[in-house]
């Protein structure tokens, strides 16, 4: 191993196990104290799930605040209002109940509200977060997004623009784990949340940034959806399967959070912002189209993620196991059903230009900067008719 320089972050605590929402007023006494009020931000859709954790933390004594007014992908404005509504409740504690656009929502929300500027100020990381933002627990009921274990909020401006926030004010005070909670998420859900913690996992491996400790964490994960996802699809009340994918999910996010994400997600993000394509679907897409292309260079990498995947590699050269990584991961993604085609979505090759300037605009430079090898306009235009025509 040659010498090398990296930094890794700490982890928010991770809390783990079935039922283990139950002691969730516990949880908060211990973070905000007895009795303090709360800011639940939940996806609206989650009804009986959202009176159940509502239950829970009335439970401890404290009054229980509700904001649902959360989409996918969701809007700087809803940030914002959530923010307000921690404010004029006087929550002490933000407590989040979704999938990855909840979560994002809460953690910059619980940023936002102790302090006067908007989301949006906090773009692309061009100005500090707060320093003390309310603590958050973090509740998924996806495992794919990783936004649990992350520094990183995603949301849209009211131009449409897709953009983040990131820094250590984002870091979830506690994330719990409990595979019960994402019981109720329907087959297509399941395999699209998974295959992005899939491409989490495989881009913090390969990209500029990775690091050999790391390494282990994103190997593990990959290893980890392999196995349980196909499973998770199939049987939605698999327990041991959705916790699998629940931690393998965390492990994933650590990941993106110490080494960041490459071209599946710059593209995947551009997919999102002209198509409102579902975020782990389209970064999946995305890493189909320049899986091959990427390991062309980064061939040892490239062949130990096939390794974790699966690909047969006792006596066969690296590069050649490499080479295999493509079509691997693209059997698995038609293994667990994830739609390919974009034609539903109304995408097709007309589209092309538009995906491909869209990947290349500023908001995506620091995934494309990160990727293993440098993206041009005229490869970007390639993956984006690959992605438009596939079937």
């Not at 870091?171 to 295959?195: C, E, F, N, Q, Y």
């Not at 293994?335 to 230009?353: F, H, M, N, P, Y």
Request: charged share 20%.
């Amino acid at each position: 191993m040659s010498l090398a320089s990296f930094t890794m972050s700490p982890n928010p605590a991770i809390a783990c196990g079935v039922d283990r929402v139950e002691k969730i007023a516990g949880d908060v006494a211990h973070l905000a104290g007895q009795g303090a009020h709360v800011l639940l931000v939940a996806d609206p859709g989650l009804g009986n799930l959202i009176e159940r954790v509502s239950s829970l933390l009335k439970a401890g004594g404290g009054k229980v605040e509700l904001f649902t007014d959360i989409r996918s992908d969701p809007l700087a404005a809803q940030i914002d209002a959530a923010a307000e509504r921690a404010r004029g409740t006087a929550a002490r504690i933000v407590v989040a109940l979704g999938g990855g656009s909840s979560l994002d929502s809460a953690k910059l929300a619980a940023a936002c509200a102790v302090a006067k500027q908007p989301a949006s100020h906090y773009q692309l990381a061009q100005n500090p977060l707060p320093e003390k933002p309310l603590p958050v627990i973090c509740l998924p009921t996806t495992a794919g997004t990783g936004s649990e274990a992350t520094r990183v909020s995603v949301y849209t401006l009211d131009s449409g623009e897709k953009v983040w926030a990131w820094g250590d004010a984002l870091r979830p005070s506690l994330s719990i784990l409990d595979p019960k909670l994402t019981v109720g998420l329907p087959p297509h859900l399941t395999a699209a949340t998974g295959v992005d913690a899939l491409v989490h996992a495989i881009e913090a491996t390969t990209i500029r940034r990775a690091n050999v400790m790391n390494d282990g964490v994103c190997l593990q994960a990959i290893r980890l959806v392999v196995r349980h996802l196909p499973r998770a699809v199939a049987q939605g009340d698999d327990l041991e399967a959705r916790q699998a994918m629940q931690i393998a999910a965390c492990l994933a996010g650590q990941a993106i959070d110490n080494s960041g994400t490459g071209i599946a997600h710059a593209i995947g993000h551009a997919l999102g912002a002209i198509g409102h394509v579902h975020h782990g679907r389209a970064v999946g897409l995305s890493l189909r189209a320049a899986l091959a292309w990427n390991a062309e260079v980064g061939v040892e990498r490239h062949a130990a993620v096939a390794r974790a995947m699966g690909v047969p590699s006792e006596g066969r050269a690296t590069k050649d196991v490499a080479k295999d990584l493509a079509p691997a991961f693209d059997k698995f993604l038609r293994d667990v059903r994830l739609k390919i085609a974009l034609s539903d979505d109304g995408l097709s090759a007309a589209d092309t230009e538009r995906l491909a300037t869209t990947t290349m605009a500023p908001e995506n430079k620091a995934m494309r900067d990160s990727n293993i090898r440098e993206i041009t306009l005229d490869d970007a235009r390639h993956f984006a008719k690959v992605i438009l025509t596939a079937a």
